[in-house]
Nanobody, 124 residues
């Protein structure tokens, strides 16, 4: 059974840090790109970051999070991480990981393979 399970969310003060995890099971992580998305109340789901399969380790970040978020993968643990520093109130959302593919133009194409999400709250 294909599964992606996010964890690591929580309540953090502005300027704080969190590390989200996306644990993969049922498929070989090495063969897939993984994307992180987020959705705040009343807003559409947006892409935050993605990492390619192990072919070239291509990384991409949304402009709003560049310099603050770092995506990485540990194939031995079948896990992708999203380390978030200097969190802002506007980063508060449910964060989802997704399995997909990165096209030749660098755009991430999500497959219909999503986790259940993990809540990130940024508040003092």
């Amino acid at each position: 059974q294909l599964q992606l399970v996010e964890s690591g969310g929580g309540l953090v003060q502005p300027g704080g840090s969190l590390r989200l995890s996306c644990k993969i099971s049922g498929f070989n992580l090495e063969n897939y790109a993984i994307g992180w998305f987020r959705q705040a109340p009343g807003k559409e789901r947006e892409g935050v970051s993605c990492i390619s399969d192990t072919t070239d380790n291509y990384l991409e970040y949304a402009d709003s999070v560049k310099g603050r978020l770092t995506i990485s993968r540990d194939n031995a643990k079948n896990t992708v991480f999203l380390h978030m520093d200097n969190l802002k109130p506007e980063d508060a959302a449910v964060y989802y990981c997704n399995a997909g593919h990165i096209d030749g133009d660098g755009s991430y194409k999500p497959f219909d393979m999503w986790g259940q999400g993990t809540q990130v709250t940024v508040s003092s």
